[in-house]
T-cell receptor
Framework: SAVISQKPSRDICQRGTSLTIQCQVD?????MFWYRQQPGQSLTLIAT?????????ESGFVIDKFPISRPNLTFSTLTVSNMSPEDSSIYLC???????????FGPGTRLTVL | GENVEQHPSTLSVQEGDSAVIKCTYS??????FPWYKQELGKRPQLIID?????GEKKDQRIAVTLNKTAKHFSLHITETQPEDSAVYFC????????????FGTGTQLKVEL
C-alpha cells in the first residue's frame, strides 16, 4: 500500500489563527479525503479533495472554514481557518484508488486550539 | 444518506475469550463493509473487509459476518489477546467509484489479563 505522511504531526495554535496541514503520498492516487476525529469520537468526512478542481464538502463543512487544495495526484492540503477551541481534533487524510474499495489513512495531525 | 450504528460502545473481555461487535446500516445499496482498528494515538488500520456477495470472511482469529436481509454485519475476534485492545470502527459504502465510507461510532475493546 502507499506510504502516507502528514505535516505537522501536532500543533498548538491560538484562537483566530489558521493552520495548513499537508498530506503527501509516495504514489499517485485517484481519491483523497480529509477526515476529522474529535476526542473520543468516530471519523467524520470533511471533504473529498479533487485534483485540479474544487473540493466536494460534506454537510456541515464549508470551503471558507476548511479550504482544500489538491494540485496533483500525490499531494493535498487542508487549512483550518479562524480557529476556535472547538476545532481541536485529529485531522486525517485518507486515500483510495478509483475502482478500488480499500481506503488507507495517514498518521493524522493532532490540533489543539487555545 | 447512509447511517451506521455500532454496538456496544465499550466491551471488556478476559484474555482468551471471544469478542463480538455488531453494526447495522440503513442503505440497502451499500455492498462494502470494512473494519478498522485504531490503537491509542495511531491511525485507523484496516483489519478485514467483506463484500455483499459473501456471507462470511475469516482471517486467522478475526472473522466478519454479513446479513444483507437484516442489514447488519459483525466482527468476531476469537482467543483475544491484550494487543487486541483498541477502538474498532465498522464502516459501509457502495463499492467502486467515488463513494464515501460512513463510519460507525466505534467500540472500545479492552482485553484483560
Amino acid at each position: 500500500s502507499a506510504v502516507i505522511s502528514q505535516k505537522p504531526s501536532r500543533d498548538i495554535c491560538q484562537r483566530g489563527t489558521s493552520l495548513t496541514i499537508q498530506c503527501q503520498v509516495d504514489s499517485q492516487v485517484t481519491m483523497m479525503f480529509w477526515y476529522r476525529q474529535q476526542p473520543g469520537q468516530s471519523l467524520t468526512l470533511i471533504a473529498t479533495a479533487n485534483q485540479g478542481s474544487e473540493a466536494t464538502y460534506e454537510s456541515g463543512f464549508v470551503i471558507d472554514k476548511f479550504p482544500i487544495s489538491r494540485p496533483n495526484l500525490t499531494f493535498s492540503t487542508l487549512t483550518v481557518s479562524n480557529m476556535s477551541p472547538e476545532d481541536s481534533s485529529i485531522y486525517l487524510c485518507s486515500l483510495r484508488d478509483r475502482g478500488a474499495d480499500t481506503q488507507y489513512f495517514g498518521p493524522g495531525t493532532r490540533l489543539t486550539v487555545l | 444518506g447512509e447511517n451506521v450504528e455500532q454496538h456496544p460502545s465499550t466491551l471488556s473481555v478476559q484474555e482468551g475469550d471471544s469478542a463480538v461487535i455488531k453494526c447495522t446500516y440503513s442503505d440497502s445499496a451499500s455492498n462494502y463493509f470494512p473494519w478498522y482498528k485504531q490503537e491509542l494515538g495511531k491511525r485507523p488500520q484496516l483489519i478485514i473487509d467483506i463484500r455483499s456477495n459473501v456471507g462470511e470472511k475469516k482471517d486467522q482469529r478475526i472473522a466478519v459476518t454479513l446479513n444483507k436481509t437484516a442489514k447488519h454485519f459483525s466482527l468476531h475476534i476469537t482467543e483475544t489477546q491484550p494487543e487486541d485492545s483498541a477502538v474498532y470502527f465498522c464502516a459501509a459504502s457502495v463499492a467502486g467509484g467515488g463513494n464515501k465510507l460512513t463510519f460507525g461510532t466505534g467500540t472500545q475493546l479492552k482485553v484483560e489479563l
